[in-house]
């Protein structure tokens, strides 16, 4: 695990009820541990979820460099185009919003504790704010190297879009919340 430059807020500040719900879910799959690997993870035990779920397993390239690839993605996070067997960083390009959620997955990915986002995009279909709240949750099979994350997002919008937002890569991204996840209770 890496030191947390993000500050920490309590589990309890999730906002959004499901990814709060798959947070319980990945905090008692773990048990003593800083986190759970893959093996913990029981889709049929979180079905309600899954369209919610990506399931990120995390590489790096020759040159050292993190990537992270699309093992699966649920039904709600990939309208528009399907990302399942792709690496993030091929997907997004150099836009403001392609660096945004590059940084974000790689902050993620690093911390070794979940981190939680809250963000307004301005999407052009939409001629509006879409608001998105993501959740990602590391997975390590050593216990200490993150090797795979199981992020949820939740995305709502006051129209039902044909692209998502890895296909328009809005320029307009405001930061509302974004922190690591203390657990409280241990």
């Given at each position: 695990m890496h030191e947390n430059p993000i500050a920490a807020r309590s589990s309890s500040e999730i906002s959004?009820?499901?990814l709060r719900k798959l947070y319980d879910y990945w905090s008692g799959r773990r048990g003593d541990r800083p986190m759970p690997s893959r093996a913990d993870i029981d889709p049929s035990e979180i079905v309600s979820l899954l369209p919610h779920i990506m399931m990120?397993?995390?590489?790096?390239?020759?040159?050292?460099?993190k990537k992270h690839w699309f093992r699966l993605v649920g039904t709600q996070v990939a309208f528009g185009t399907d990302p399942t067997r792709t690496y993030l960083e091929d997907q997004v390009g150099d836009s403001a919003y392609g660096t945004h959620i590059t940084k974000l997955?790689?902050?993620?990915?690093?911390?070794?504790?979940?981190?939680?986002?809250?963000y307004e995009y301005e999407h052009p279909?939409?001629?509006g704010v879409r608001f998105a709240r993501r959740l990602f949750l590391p997975?390590?099979?050593?216990?200490?190297?993150?090797?795979?994350m199981l992020v949820g997002q939740r995305v709502e919008s006051t129209k039902q879009l044909e692209k998502s937002l890895w296909q328009v890569q809005p320029d307009m991204i405001h930061e509302?919340?974004?922190f690591a996840v203390r657990d409280d209770e241990r």
């Open positions: 959004d009820p499901a990120v397993d995390v590489h790096i390239d020759a040159d050292g460099r997955f790689s902050n993620a990915s690093s911390l070794g504790q979940p981190l939680y986002s809250e279909e939409s001629h997975l390590s099979e050593d216990g200490h190297t993150v090797n795979k509302l919340r974004l």
